[in-house]
């Protein structure tokens, strides 16, 4: 349990200004945390770079109100500790935002997830570790060369917007009867069109395919549930004792003819044991279930080895018809689980994570 009443830890959430003078977000998120820290041991508030005040060591940020049930504007001492949470990857970039980041830093003051990953450096981070490459579709850079290789090896590929997001803009290449298909995953809705050779194909990506870097990857048949694939999203997340745990497991089955399993694109939350057990059997699908947690927690002590501290991962986990899991996609900048239980969880785990980091880095400040 988090110690309660003065050691509690301060918690700043790193978020962005908005145009209206307050902060951007998940202020639902933030508010869940807000109201959480009272029965499990914190104190948290939300501020944006331009409320740091370097000279008089304070921020001008928001704690939510319960009584209120509204942000209000407070002066505050710097954080014991920093989650970030700047909500898009072009904002990570800006100048003011690259300063707070280095002060927070030259402050001693812990902050974790530094930035949002992309698809193409998770790929080359991990493939390098055998552990963990027998578990990666093969993945490579786009280009016309590398799709026609990677296209008759493979037959079915997909293309991902390196630092996409949701399934938007996804594309799935797959021969059929009538010649190959080309299947675009937009906003909710899929567009398919069968083109009749490979010239045709390339004709018409290079005049729609967005302008923006992409990878090519081996499409994974996926395991089915009532006809459709499946795949499983893990939270991953630093216990009490800075230690990296599963905070739960969960599964979103696709759409009818979606090409991703992602909610916003049609597909559906269901439990992973009712999934893989009906295809694999109860005994099997413990065991699978064991060796994907085991994956998760070794891809996020080798993600943290790369990338500098973290304290929680969403990770999308598919298995093949032969059981084999393999991975797909880690998020530093986890969104709520829709599962209770494993919201519930999260946050236990995040205040727990918090208390130890802010313990562990006064010990280390002080020696």
């Known amino acids: 349990m988090v110690p309660n009443g003065k050691g509690r830890p301060l ?12 902060f951007s977000g998940n202020r639902q998120n933030f508010r869940d945390l807000s ?3 009272y029965r499990l041991g914190g104190r948290v508030f939300v501020f944006t770079p331009e409320g740091i005040d ?12 319960p009584k209120k049930r509204c942000w209000l504007k407070v002066r505050m001492p710097f954080p014991d500790v920093v989650y970030n949470r700047i ?16 002060q927070l830093q030259q402050w001693h003051i812990p902050l974790f997830n530094p930035a949002f990953f992309n698809k193409w450096e998770l790929y080359r981070w991990l493939r390098d570790e055998p552990e963990l490459s027998r578990h990666l579709p093969v993945t490579c850079r786009f280009s016309w ?14 293309l991902k917007p390196v630092y996409g997001k949701a399934g938007i803009h996804f594309y799935k290449i797959e021969p ?14 899929q567009k398919r069109t069968v083109f009749p050779d490979w010239k045709a194909l390339h004709r018409h990506l290079s005049l729609h395919i967005p302008k923006r870097p992409y990878i090519i990857q081996q499409a994974i048949p996926l395991t089915t549930y009532q006809g459709r694939p499946f795949d499983l999203r893990l939270l991953v997340q630093k216990n009490g004792h800075g230690q990296w745990a599963v905070t739960g497991v969960g599964a979103r089955l696709a759409g009818p003819q979606a090409i991703t399993t992602h909610v916003p694109q049609g597909g559906f939350i269901i439990s992973p044991e009712t999934g893989l057990a009906a295809f694999f059997g109860p005994q099997q699908a413990d065991a699978i279930l064991k060796a994907v947690r085991k994956l ?17 991962l ?3 986990i598919g298995i093949d018809r032969t059981g084999q899991p393999w991975f797909f996609e880690a998020n530093a900048k986890p969104m709520k689980f829709d599962e209770p239980h494993i919201r519930k969880m999260s946050i236990r785990r995040f205040f727990e994570y918090c208390h130890y980091l802010s313990r562990t880095a006064k010990k280390e400040f002080s020696t």
Do not use: W
């Open 11 to 22: 918690i700043g959430i790193l978020t962005t200004a908005n145009q209206r003078g307050t």
């Open 35 to 37: 109201m959480a820290a």
């Open 54 to 65: 370097e000279k008089h060591r304070r921020i001008l940020g928001f704690r939510y109100d």
């Open 87 to 102: 909500p898009r990857r072009a904002d990570e970039h800006k100048p003011h935002v690259q300063q707070a980041l280095g």
């Open 145 to 158: 060369e590398a799709l026609h290789t990677m296209f008759k090896a493979h037959g079915a590929l997909y």
């Open 176 to 189: 059929v009867n009538t010649g190959i298909q080309l299947t675009h995953q937009l906003y909710g809705r």
């Open 296 to 312: 998760a927690l070794h891809v996020a002590q080798s993600l943290e080895a790369r990338c500098g501290l973290l304290g929680e």
């Open 314 to 316: 969403s990770m999308d």
